[in-house]
Each structure stands twice: as C-alpha cells, then as structure tokens.
C-alpha cells in the first residue's frame, strides 16, 4: 500500500463479523447517527477509520459500546456519497494494521482510541516474498479452475490482474475470493508480518485442494 497518514488517535467503527485487512476495499452503508457524525468528521479531517471486529459473545452490545478485538484496521475513505437523508455510503481502503493502545474518553457520540502504529518490514524480513506470491497465484488458479464461468480464459485474467497488484492486496483479494471466516481474517489481520499472512492463505489453500472440491462464492457489498 502507498504511504498514507495515519494519525496516532483515531475513531473506531466495531462491527461483529467484520475484519478489514490492509489492500482491502470494503463497501459500506452508513446510517446510524453516531456513525454518520463519525463519517462527516472524518470527512473534513484524515479520512481515516478503524474498523475493529466485536469480541465474539458480545455482538447483541453493538447499540452500546462492546469490548473490541486489541488489533484493528486503518482505512481511508477512498470514495463516498451521502443520500439526501443523511446516509453514507464509503469504500474504505485497509491502509495499516494497529493495536490499540487505549480507549478515550471523548464528547463525541462515536468512540475514539490512541493507536500502537505498525513498523515498516524490513527487507531481510521480506526475503523469499516473490516465491510466496507465486505459490499463492499458482494454488488460486487451480482453486479457481472449473469454478468461474469464461473458464480457463477468465481465470487467465483474473490472475494476471491479481498479479499486478502489491503484497497487501493480494492477501487481501486471496482471503475473499477464498471467502475465509472472521476469525480465519481475523487471524490474518493479526500477523506480524506479509509473510505470515501468505503463508496462513497458502495453507487455508491447500486444505482445501486436499479435499472436496468446495463451491465458489463471492461475498458481495458489505452494507451496515
């Protein structure tokens, strides 16, 4: 991902189920007031929002104030339109994981924490990198073979496109077109490094070209 400024407090937006990674686009609808008010302050300051998953067992406490997941995801407002009643509708772009470092208290409807930033990965610690990739793209073609209508031609496509992009959002599109679960992405998020994270998907891959072949689903819009 291009560098993008991500201060050191930030608001927070938890939902149950939900996990951005960095690279991720992810589609959302906006109407709940506090939400709004979160969206529109955003808006006329850094774009940016963390979204953080609810701790599982706690999701019926959304309306209040549920205790959260210590690592999130920063996104950037890349896009937006508001309706004519006050609703949002944002693609927010994952641009860096954070841990949390504390929850503060703020006159704000919406929830606000100071953040723990990530450090830049060196380039040792990167070493390997492109035999992942490779890997990775090899095992999605094969996952994808017979599953996508346009056949082999369009998973030709598919593939040269996900190749083109950086590290951060091939993880990203690999977990979705893999339709993994929140706590599978969850886990994803919480790696140290881009690495790991390959690594994590290149096992959930060759689980499952071992076993029966599963039925392709592309998750849609995401709408909250």
Known sequence: MAAVPVPDVIPIFPLPQTVLLPGEVLPLHIFEP???????????????????????????EQPFNPPVRDVGCAGVIARHTETEDGRFLIWLVGVERFHISQE???????????????????????????????????????????????????????MRQMGQVGDEALAAAAAQVLGVTAER?????????????????????DL????????????????H
């Open 34 to 60: 506090r939400y709004t008010e979160m969206v529109r302050d955003a808006l006329a300051s850094h774009h940016i929002i963390g979204m953080v998953q609810i701790l599982p067992g706690h999701e019926k």
């Open 208 to 223: 499952t070209l071992e076993g029966p072949a599963p039925v392709l689903s592309f998750p849609g819009k995401v709408v």
């Open 104 to 158: 503060l208290e703020t006159v704000t409807r919406y929830r606000l924490v100071s953040i723990r930033h990530e450090g830049a990965e060196t380039e040792t610690a990167r070493q390997g990198l492109s035999l992942r990739r490779l890997n990775l793209l090899a095992s999605l073609t094969a996952f994808l073979d017979g599953k996508m209508e346009g056949g082999e031609g369009a998973v030709s496509d598919l």
């Open 185 to 205: 992405k969850q886990r994803l998020l919480e790696v140290q490094s881009i690495e790991e994270r390959f690594d994590l998907l290149q096992g959930e891959l």
